[in-house]
């Protein structure tokens, strides 16, 4: 079963930056598309940024040109590196990942906290 395993959540003031990690546990399993999703108290949990099995990674309009996504070259792991982060950026952060089998993995999730 393949588990995901997230680090680097925390409190930081506005305008700094952070990196989210998501390392897959199955040795055996590669990153061909998945990403970051947030949640906030009472809400859904809304797709930040996603790399597809094909084409471009995809950013919400409110995080681009301030977050990248990307795999290590071994796509066992999958870093979110967030700049100039701003207090609506708050959140619990989830990455998610596509099985093989179409059905996905999800992380244990993350707090980000932006505040001064």
């Known amino acids: 079963q393949v588990q995901l395993v997230e680090s680097g959540g925390g409190l930081v003031q506005p305008g700094e930056s952070l990196t989210l990690s998501c390392t897959v546990s199955e040795s055996q399993f590669r990153i061909t598309s998945g990403g970051w999703f947030r949640q906030t108290p009472g809400n859904q949990r809304d797709l930040v940024a996603l790399?597809?099995?094909?084409?471009?990674?995809y950013y919400t309009p409110s995080v681009k040109g301030r977050f990248t996504l990307s795999r290590d070259s071994a796509r066992k792991t999958m870093a979110l590196r967030m700049d100039n982060l701003k207090p609506q950026d708050t959140g619990v952060y989830y990455c998610?990942?596509?099985?093989?089998?179409?059905?996905?993995?999800w992380g244990q999730g993350t707090n980000v906290t932006i505040s001064s």
């Open positions: 790399i597809p099995k094909f084409g471009d990674t």
């Open positions: 998610n990942v596509i099985l093989p089998d179409g059905s996905d993995a």
